[in-house]
């Protein structure tokens, strides 16, 4: 994009903020001036009501040491004080009901704003996740159509047509699940899931698919959740292929799956980038992704963490973040014991 290009675009984009501010600016500053005239036009009628009042007590004959002109004098001061005390009064309960108001109003521009950005980059980064891999499959097909090619070479192409369509998939079930997330009618099944194999099977696959990663697992057998197998398939391959994704090549995975008290504990350590203390409680959010040097070239929709965190939700799991030794990250996600089947 130009820097012109872009200088309109923010200027697009910020108009209204400026409307709305010179606008507030406006009914403040008019607010105030009107508080300060209605307050000096009192003072100026109370300057007056009190001449006039020693003018008809001299008229009388009462000088104004008088008791009788004090009383009264004192009667117009302390009305007045009371005028000035209720436009003040009222005065001031209109501007902290204005603030809040204002406020408010630029809290939800705030968030349109944010959410307009997110969704952006979504779209953005989506229609590549889904034209790099549409691409080479293509380009793989055409080869095939084309070429005869020995058996190994077209085993090869196979592969990674097929772990490029695996991609595909799991993108597209995370885009309904998070579809999903948004009805909020919708119930999760409530099954019982085997998810050591679950969780075996998924590693199997990231170690296929991401061959310059040793995952190892150290996974407990029969261990059984309550709950929906789409959306646990998709806590432990987001997890996992995070892992892959956000450490360098010949790095070690591990993943293990234990019961800890009345707990089930799963645990997926990368010896990655890490991430970051001050961005730990972001990266749950729908479409966020670090900015960081490191992790910035990777594709990703951040989708991914914001899915685990619903999910874990839905099943009553705790996830925390970690720091992995001697580098990179910890995702511990505890379930709850399914209740004994009566
Ligand atoms: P995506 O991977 O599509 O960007 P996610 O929601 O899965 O989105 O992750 C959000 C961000 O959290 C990522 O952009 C990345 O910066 C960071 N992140 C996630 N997992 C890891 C990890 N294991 N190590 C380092 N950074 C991670």
Same mark, same amino acid.
């Given at each position: 994009m130009s !820097?012109?290009?872009n200088g309109n675009?923010?200027?697009k984009l910020n108009r209204p903020l400026l409307i709305f501010s010179v606008l507030v600016i406006?009914?403040?500053a008019s607010f105030i001036w009107w508080s300060y005239l209605l307050i000096s036009n009192n003072k100026h009628t109370l300057e007056q009501s009190i001449t006039l009042l020693e003018l008809q007590y001299e008229a009388r004959g009462i000088a104004t040491s008088d008791p009788l002109f004090q009383e009264a004098k004192t009667n117009l001061e302390s009305r007045y004080r009371t005028?000035?005390?209720m436009i003040l009064g009222e005065g001031a309960v209109f501007l902290v009901l204005l603030g809040v108001a204002v406020f408010q109003i630029w809290r939800s521009y705030r968030t349109e704003l944010q959410l307009a950005r997110q969704q952006r980059n979504f779209l953005l980064s989506i229609t590549h996740e889904l034209k790099s891999p549409l691409a080479s499959i293509k380009l793989a097909l055409e080869t095939l159509v084309r070429r005869e090619? !020995?058996?190994d070479k077209q085993q090869k192409i196979l592969q990674n047509s097929l772990s490029d369509t695996n991609r595909l998939q799991g993108l597209v079930e995370d885009i309904l699940l998070a579809a999903?997330?948004?009805?909020?009618?919708f119930r999760f099944a409530r099954d019982q899931i085997m998810l050591s194999e679950l969780v075996e099977e998924i590693a199997d696959k990231v170690a296929h698919s991401h061959n310059h990663h040793e995952v190892h697992t150290d996974i407990d057998q029969n261990i059984y959740v309550t709950g929906d197998r789409q959306a646990l398939t998709s806590l432990v391959a987001n997890l996992l292929e995070n892992a892959a994704?956000?450490?360098?090549p010949n790095t070690a995975i591990e993943v293990s799956l234990h019961p800890v008290q009345d707990r089930l504990c799963l645990e997926i350590a990368d010896q990655g980038y890490g991430i970051p203390e001050e961005e730990r409680a972001n990266i749950f959010k729908k479409f966020y992704r670090i900015g960081n040097e490191d992790t910035r070239e990777t594709k990703g929709t951040g989708l991914g963490l914001f899915l685990v965190k619903e999910v874990a939700d839905k099943h009553d799991a705790t996830i925390k973040i970690l720091d992995n030794t001697p580098r990179g990250t910890r995702f511990k996600v505890a379930f709850p014991k399914p209740a004994p089947l009566s």
């Open positions: !820097p012109n290009k675009n923010r200027w406006y009914i403040f005028q000035v005390t090619l !020995p058996h999903r997330f948004e009805d909020h009618s994704k956000y450490s360098p």
